[in-house]
């Protein structure tokens, strides 16, 4: 039922409550007036019967004198004048006692008539005091029928609602379960799809790691793309991982065995990470394996020596150890593996890029200069330019001038000693210099007068890095292993 109506209801059960108040009052009044009206009455009552006593009294006192006068009549002695007198105040006394008596009569039959006119009215007001209250009653019967009626609207109003409610939420279930349907059978379309495609694809096959950091990346993006991408199960992707490793690396991973497939697997992954993913170490090994290598004697080598730089310096670009490869010791050593020729031809690009940019080439720049000298030397179509390679500690060629050996002799030699221990490392590599304080390092820089920010002999100011801080996203310009440093000053 509208709810409207309901409120119309609720509004005119209480205007008839309001009547029946009011009525209630009315009829309280006219008691009070009726019971003044019949004391009255009583007091009315009692004074006329004060007033017949006394008349009784007087008519009793005319009926003596009446008598008297009888008496004296029979009384020759009497004149008749008197008699006369005499007779007409009796007559005029009797006549007024009549009229008395009669007004009295009058008085009381008029105070019955009152009487009964408001014993009339007292009835009547009986009646309609009953009458109201019969009017109350039925008010009441009506307005409790209302209340049920409104009750019984609002249930039914509340039961309209629930069952919206439901159809709503049964169309919502009906909504998901048709979205899950759907997305069930397109999770199918597309197993069915990448199963296909492996079916027909060619199969790739994955080596085994034996624990080399160099190949942990390279491992572990194969993984993913064939095992991890394809097995769903946790303990069939555990078992093809320890199956893809070698003895030290299966021995590493054999305590994941004993955990849940899905927590074992996880594991595995981590432990992996922690051992051989290790990027400090895998951008210090790749970077000491390019300075270590032999030199360059032929074209092929030229080649694998431009491909090894381009991985080095793409596996540690976007890492704090970027600065480390690219400082002068580090490029010096790099360029000295080059052959004598294209060595000078690096000189010779050294001096044009600097005057051009008022700057050192960096290894970005060696990097395409090799690559350029690859290709020259690879293409059938340029003309044969020093392509016998040599260095200035062997036999030369006749390819080779006094003028190339003068300038290959001035090279400098390669070397670089850590300031803490002497050793052949950095000093960011230092285990004595790692053990140390912040307040310890900062204060070695400082006596060493070395660069807080690449740990090279050059002022912080001058510091031609644009590397910061990555600890916690410092920002700072000071390396990370004097993080945190409140305040730098340059070394002088």
């Not at 009070?32 to 006192?61: A, G, P």
């Not at 379309?189 to 495609?197: A, D, G, H, M, N």
């Not at 050294?350 to 080439?361: G, I, V």
């Not at 230092?430 to 002022?459: A, W, Y």
């Amino acid at each position: 039922m509208d709810k409207s109506k309901i409120d119309r209801k609720s509004n005119s059960l209480n205007s008839d409550s309001t009547d029946g108040e009011s009525l209630e009052v009315s009829l309280n009044k006219l008691n009070d007036n009726l019971t003044y009206l019949s004391q009255r009455l009583e007091n009315l009552e009692k004074r006329l019967e004060c007033e017949l006593s006394i008349k009784d009294d007087q008519i009793s006192k005319l009926a003596k004198e009446i008598n008297s006068l009888r008496e004296t009549q029979t009384n020759p002695q009497l004149s008749q004048n008197d008699e006369k007198t005499n007779s007409q105040r009796v007559e005029t006394e009797i006549a007024n006692h009549e009229a008395k008596n009669q007004t009295a009569e009058t008085d009381k039959a008029n105070q019955k008539t009152k009487s009964q006119t408001t014993e009339t009215e007292t009835s009547n007001k009986k009646t309609n005091r009953q009458t109201v209250e019969t009017e109350r009653a039925n008010k009441r019967t009506n307005r409790q029928t209302a209340e049920a009626e409104t009750v019984k609207d609002r249930t039914n109003s509340q039961r309209v609602d629930t069952d919206i409610i439901a159809q709503h939420e049964i169309s919502l279930s009906l909504k998901v379960l048709t979205q899950s349907l759907t997305t069930l059978i397109e999770q199918q379309r597309i197993q069915q799809q990448t199963l296909l495609s492996s079916i027909h694809a060619p199969q790739i096959k994955l080596h085994t790691f034996h624990g080399d950091p160099l190949q942990y990346e390279h491992f572990v993006k194969g993984f993913e793309n064939v095992v991890h991408s394809s097995v769903k199960d946790e303990s069939a992707r555990l078992q093809i991982l320890l199956q893809h490793c070698g003895d030290e690396v299966r021995e590493t991973l054999q305590c994941c065995l004993h955990k849940d497939p899905k927590e074992g697997y996880s594991y595995a992954r981590q432990l992996l990470k922690e051992t051989y993913g290790d990027m400090e170490t895998i951008a210090t090994t790749r970077i000491d394996n390019l300075l270590q290598r032999p030199n360059v004697t032929s074209t092929r080598d030229l080649l694998s020596y431009s491909n090894e730089l381009k991985t080095c310096f793409e596996s540690v670009k976007n890492t704090s150890f970027a600065f480390e490869f690219e400082t002068i010791t580090n490029l010096n050593i790099l360029t000295q593996k080059l052959p004598d020729d294209v060595y000078n031809r690096w000189i010779e690009k050294t001096s044009a890029f600097t005057c051009k940019h008022n700057k050192r080439p960096g290894i970005k720049e060696l990097m395409q200069f090799i690559e350029r000298v690859t290709k020259e030397n690879s293409n059938p179509t340029y003309p044969p330019r020093h392509r016998h390679y040599h260095h200035s500690n062997t036999t030369m060629t006749n390819n080779c001038s006094d003028e190339t050996t003068a300038k290959k002799s001035n090279k400098p030699q390669p070397h670089y000693r850590c300031p803490k221990c002497h050793d052949n490392h950095y000093l960011n590599q230092c285990g004595d210099f790692r053990e140390m304080s912040v307040p310890e390092r900062t204060e070695f820089i400082l006596q060493k007068d070395l660069c807080h920010n690449c740990f090279q002999p050059h002022l912080t100011e001058n510091c031609p890095r644009s590397w910061t801080c990555s600890v916690d996203k410092c920002g700072e310009r000071h390396n990370r292993w004097l993080h945190p440093v409140t305040r730098y000053r340059a070394s002088t």
